[in-house]
């Protein structure tokens, strides 16, 4: 079998800041003597929403693994060319600025049916920069989906993975790769992503308080740090949108600033078993 790791042609990386996007790249350079080919670009969209412990392993794992990677935010402009920047690790937002500006622009919140923030804020961004670096001809004309590169999908996620029709781009899938094999990984590192594990998952992963994310997952995260809160509730207090529907993340729950006072009351009345939805930024 062909090691799936292995990259013959110009290839995007995916990384989104969490542990299995890392240790897919760790895989690609270790089938590759520890270097980045030449033909493959690693990228981390940033929406200024993520936790500081993400912004800090992302760097981490560019040091420890001396290994590239561009780090992009969404800008607002007419010209594609221009519709990111390139930041670092001291630079990022860490205040919405980039999702902030997004918001803007479109004059109403995204929510689990529009989900504009994932395909502006991470695969349109890259897209942009890659078009630049010519990897891509062009990327207005093709599947903005099948441009952002190779993803971290694990085995374990067959139902996310059947959305990917090139299977090349999920090497850990062919793999065979599960959440268990990452955790193993990672318990044997000198470095982590330093935010807690509930049965393999990261809940304050990725932009922390996701709507995407299970109502009780967000109260708690509200109830662990009240902070992470603010920019949400201010977000769906700027009622930008002619439509109510358009000034709140989701419809079929409290607001933000209600799940911050729901917290600080110490209700629970959300259902516990509730799922979250899947999305392209989250590992």
């Not at 804020?121 to 630049?132: D, E, N, P, S």
């Not at 799940?259 to 629970?268: C, E, I, L, R, S």
Request: negative net charge.
């Amino acid at each position: 079998m062909l090691n799936p790791y292995l990259i013959t042609e110009p290839t995007s990386i995916s990384f989104s800041g969490g542990r299995t996007s890392a240790y897919m790249l760790k895989m690609i350079l270790d089938a590759h003597n520890g270097v980045l080919p030449k033909e493959a670009i690693v990228c981390f969209a940033n929406t200024g929403k993520e936790e500081e412990a993400t912004l800090k392993f992302v760097n981490d794992c560019s040091v420890n693994w001396n290994v590239p990677i561009h780090w992009l935010e969404y800008q607002d402009h007419d010209d594609p060319a221009l519709r990111y920047k390139e930041v670092t690790y001291e630079t990022a937002a860490r205040n919405g600025e980039p999702f902030e500006a997004l918001i803007r622009k479109r004059q109403y919140l995204p929510n689990p049916v529009t989900r504009y923030c994932t395909s502006e804020l991470k695969i349109r961004t890259m897209a942009c920069f890659l078009v630049q670096t010519g990897l891509f001809e062009d990327w207005t004309k093709s599947d903005v989906e099948n441009q952002s590169g190779w993803m971290g999908l694990r085995y374990d996620e067959a139902r996310r993975a059947a959305k990917i029709l090139d299977k090349r781009r999920i090497p850990l899938f062919t793999a065979g790769v599960t959440i268990k094999d990452i955790s193993e990984f990672w318990d044997k590192q000198s470095f982590n992503l330093e935010l807690p594990t509930y049965n393999g998952r990261t809940l304050a992963g990725n932009c922390d308080l996701c709507f995407l994310k299970p109502a009780n997952q967000v109260a708690t995260l509200i109830a662990e740090r009240p902070e992470r809160a603010i920019w949400w509730a201010n977000m769906e207090g700027l009622a930008l949108a002619t439509r109510a529907s358009g000034n709140v993340f989701r419809q079929d729950r409290p607001g933000y600033a209600s799940m911050v006072k729901f917290a600080a009351d110490q209700k629970t009345i959300f259902d516990p078993d509730e799922e979250g939805i899947s999305c392209y930024c989250g590992d």
